[in-house]
Nanobody, 118 residues
């Protein structure tokens, strides 16, 4: 079992920046994919960006100019650096872990709320 704990959400003004962090603990097997998803109220959960345990990243085109995923300093942690935030970015952001060889071995974090508002 893998446990994911997210942090860093909150209220930010339009044009501001925010960094989300996710720490994986438990039986974290490798190689894995970890990523950030977001769910805007009333909509489906959508992919934002992913990173492999080797550091390879992938970003959704519509957000890659403003959002950057990266590994954290601590082992099995990832960050999402968000810049020039817009009201449309308001959502619950979720961290995900998935073992590459067995995708059914996966976990979700509890989610962290990001609200962009003046």
């Amino acid at each position: 079992q893998v446990r994911l704990v997210e942090s860093g959400g909150g209220l930010v003004q339009p044009g501001g920046s925010l960094t989300l962090s996710c720490a994986a603990s438990g039986n974290v097997l490798r190689p894995y994919n970890m990523g950030w998803y977001r769910q805007i109220s009333g909509k489906e959960r959508d992919l934002v960006a992913t990173i492999t345990s080797n550091g390879r990243t992938s970003h959704v085109d519509s957000m890659k100019d403003r959002f950057t995923i990266a590994r954290g300093v601590a082992k099995n942690t990832i960050n999402l650096y968000m810049h020039d935030l817009k009201s449309d970015d308001t959502a619950v952001y979720y961290c995900n872990y998935q073992l590459q060889s067995s995708p059914e071995y996966n976990a979700w974090g509890q989610g962290t709320q990001v609200t962009v508002s003046s």
